[in-house]
């Protein structure tokens, strides 16, 4: 059975073109950059191309820097702790100021300086969805503020956030910002010229990179202690042997990004609008948050008296892969943070199915994901005592 | 953590085969007309339990013969995950052919067990063992429609973990006989706690009316409250106090007159049981460090521990060595 992969936010397909350019890094080209020997110098010329490509992608300045680590995970947890030591732990300010549906890479740092003194502060989003600057401004104050870490886009609704406003208030007012763009790179316009964030993380596997590789940005001036020490790589902000390849499949999956994003914004969007439009039709569906104010591939959608969990069951076992934000289906039985700090009601919360686009996603694939789920709900609804 | 933790999303791959099945072929679905049922000689019962907004609900129908309160056939209709919905077919198959009697026997333990593929390999794991309480519930709900009777005095016990069915007395008792001093220790003595762990403390999957942390507290401070009381009216004869406190009085006279000798020569001996025998006490002990082997262990000096407790406590004191 052909399968039809619609999980994109969870993780993407390596395009081609960049499993192609990494492959040279994994046999011939194997040396490390460090070394002095040819070995060492000849992937240089490959490392500072992705570099260019990484600081084109996002329009980061000469000056700045984008440090090569792990994930986004590993770039969030930098900024947080690396922000505690230098000015929590210090005595110089004493907050953090962070929203209630960040990623748990985010959530659970804050919750870490928290326990070694920090005082978190977790916004709430309004009804839209969304993180209001006029409730951040009235929460940031340059005498005990350290840092606003807020995420770009949401990975469980896909709804944008206003970091440029956002990123503003906080630098006229002598705040570091912070913003985990892991959903954002290649949905949208993500332009640190534009938006005047500190520090900014991403991941190449959300885009059509490797698993295994991201990126830190921190810009101009603005200085963290390396939450790996060791050698000089990265000017000694992230020690750790370069992963050349990871490095250079990152780079070329930025660019392609970049460059598909006219494709993501028309295109994608078509045919995510279309789902949701064939998702809309069946009774009983609501999608949650308006589709201007998400990112062009995301869908969230709640399908009365179809719980969650047996939904992306029964869409696998048709071939669909899907992710669920319902409370049943994750490991840990905990509420899904973003239902309750949107304050859907807890109906939906047992029943949301998130799909996700790619663009490697096709028509027919769309067709296929329909049929699947016009059966799947009528099955389940057959089961369901709540449904009429 | 171990080796088997650290590949995460396993969640699907650890149901049983029949759980797959039964979620996708489910043999039970659907309702029962009354039509239906006095085709089949019986009286239809309906009973819903759960709700949506909880994530979990079922309707299960029953065709019961009122001459024998035979369950003639059961079915359901249910919202909720693969687990749910495999739990609620299971739980019909098991109340068909019972008595209504006989179907309150069934727990979520006895479905969880039928829906097995080999005897010692859990159907569903741990996190999910509550998604199969529903399909205990609806039966305690339809038993008490067809008795016309409340569902509470269906219940003989207060349980507390609902998937493990540990009642509230177990825990208590374990706490006192076995001092337990934490949560983790009940749930290695009960498996109270260990699925979805909504009984350990406010703010879980579920709500409960009892939590382990809260049980655990009051315990402890009642078998404080006893033992401060125990101390202030010490005179109390060895044979009017109950096991619990006669545990604690042996041990302290060991403390006070045995123990400071045998530690002195490198031995120890531990209390392993006290039971009554013919109205005696016997005291099960066994020796450590130099004790162990030496030959007046079974002579001179369990005359001297004996003699000990029976002078301090009750001359009906017996102490075998084991």
């Known amino acids: 059975m052909e399968r039809v992969y619609l999980d994109n936010n969870a993780t993407t397909i390596v395009d081609p073109l960049v499993r192609e350019a990494m492959e040279p890094f994994a046999c011939e080209m194997y040396g490390n950059p460090n070394s002095l020997h040819e070995f060492g110098t000849e992937v240089h010329p490959y490392m500072r191309l992705a570099f260019d490509r990484l600081y084109a992608g996002i329009n980061a300045g000469e000056r700045d820097d984008i440090f090569l680590n792990g994930c986004a995970t590993e770039g969030n947890n930098t900024v947080i702790k690396g922000v505690w030591y230098d000015l929590i732990r210090t005595g110089k300010r004493s907050e953090i100021v962070t929203t209630q549906v960040e990623h748990p890479c985010v959530a659970n740092a804050c919750t870490f300086v928290e326990s070694l003194g920090a005082k978190v502060v977790r916004l709430p989003v309004n009804a839209d969805g969304i993180v209001d600057p006029d409730l951040l401004a009235k929460h940031i104050h340059p005498d005990r503020t350290a840092l606003v870490s807020i995420m770009w886009a949401n990975n469980e609704t896909g709804l944008v956030f206003p970091i440029r406003e956002l990123a503003r208030l906080c630098r006229e007012r002598g705040i570091l910002f912070h913003t985990d763009a892991v959903q954002a790179i290649g949905k949208l316009a993500v332009d640190v010229a534009d938006a005047p964030v500190d520090f900014l993380s991403f991941s190449a596997h959300k885009f059509h990179g490797p698993k295994g590789v991201g990126g830190l940005y921190v810009r101009e001036g603005r200085s963290l202690p390396p939450l790996l020490h060791g050698g000089e790589q990265m000017s000694g902000h992230r020690a750790g042997t370069v992963n050349v390849a990871g490095l250079v499949g990152m780079g070329l999956a930025m660019e392609l990004a970049v460059k598909n994003l006219g494709y993501e914004t028309s295109e994608v969007r078509r045919l995510r609008d279309r789902l949701e439009d064939a998702l809309l039709a069946i009774d009983g569906v609501s999608v949650i948050g308006r589709r201007e104010l998400r990112t062009p591939n995301t869908i969230l959608a709640s399908v009365e008296g179809v719980e969650g969990e047996a939904f992306i069951w029964d869409l696998n076992r048709g071939g669909v892969a899907a992710s669920t934000g319902s409370a049943c289906a994750s490991e840990s039985l905990e509420p899904n943070p973003t239902f309750v700090a949107m304050r859907v009601s807890p109906e939906l919360a047992h029943t949301g199915v998130r799909l996700s686009l790619s663009r490697f996603t096709t028509e027919e694939e769309i067709d296929r994901t329909i049929d699947v789920i016009r059966g799947s709900v009528k099955r389940l609804r057959r089961i369901s005592p709540a449904a009429r | ?322």
């Open chain 2, 1 to 322: 953590m171990a080796k088997n933790d650290l590949i995460g999303g396993t969640l699907w791959e650890t149901y049983s085969r029949k759980v797959n099945d039964r979620m996708t072929n489910p043999r039970h679905l659907g309702e029962i007309t009354e039509e239906r049922a006095a085709e089949l000689g019986g009286r239809l019962v309906v009973a819903d339990w759960g709700a949506e907004v909880c994530g979990d609900a079922i309707r299960a129908w029953w065709v019961v013969e009122a001459k024998t309160n035979r369950i003639l056939d059961a079915t359901f209709k249910t919202f909720g995950c693969g687990t749910a919905i495999a739990s609620s077919d299971m739980m019909c198959e098991l109340c068909i052919g019972r008595t209504v009697d006989e179907a309150l026997k069934i727990t979520n333990i006895d479905v969880e067990k039928s829906l097995r593929d080999a005897a010692d390999t859990a159907a569903i794991p741990p996190q999910k063992m509550h998604c199969s309480v529903m399909a205990y519930d609806v039966i305690r709900k339809a038993a008490s429609l067809y008795k016309g009777v409340a569902m509470d005095s269906l219940e003989e016990e207060e349980i507390v973990c609902q998937c493990a069915r540990v009642s509230l007395r177990t825990i208590k008792d374990v706490i006192r006989i076995n001092d337990l001093t934490t949560v983790e220790d009940i749930t290695r003595y009960t498996k109270a706690g260990a699925f979805c762990k909504s009984c350990i403390r406010p703010g879980g999957h579920e709500s409960r009316t009892h939590y382990l942390v809260d049980i655990l507290r009051d315990t402890r401070a009642e078998m404080d409250r006893e033992r401060a009381k125990a101390v202030a009216s010490k005179p109390k004869s060895f044979t009017e106090m109950s096991l619990i406190q006669r545990h604690r009085a042996v041990e302290q006279a060991l403390d006070e007159k045995v123990r400071p000798s045998l530690l002195k020569d490198g031995g120890n001996l531990e209390v392993v049981d006290m039971k009554e025998a013919d109205g005696r006490t016997e005291v099960h002990i066994s020796y450590q460090g130099a004790c162990r082997g030496c030959a007046s262990a079974a002579t001179g000096t369990l005359a001297l521990i004996e003699e000990a407790l029976q002078k301090e406590l009750d001359p009906g004191i017996r102490v075998v060595p084991v």
